[in-house]
């Protein structure tokens, strides 16, 4: 668990915050946990993708 985990799971940051968060705090954690961290935002995107919401700002 990071703050990436804590914050994500409490839906304080978006995906875009999330992915951005990683990039920055990457350097600094386990391999095995950014992949963690990846898969985890990634099927957030995905539900997201497929509700359409009407957020619609990605990077
Ligand atoms: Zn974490």
Not at 15 to 32: H, K, P, Q, V
Not at 34 to 47: D, S
């Amino acid at each position: 668990m990071c703050m990436i985990c804590v914050d994500f799971q409490k839906q304080k940051m978006t995906t875009n915050d999330a992915r951005r968060a990683l990039r920055e705090m990457r350097e600094g954690m386990d391999d095995d946990h950014v992949k963690e961290v990846t898969e985890m935002i990634q099927k957030v995107e995905k539900e997201q993708q497929s509700k359409k919401s009407s957020d619609d700002d990605q990077d």
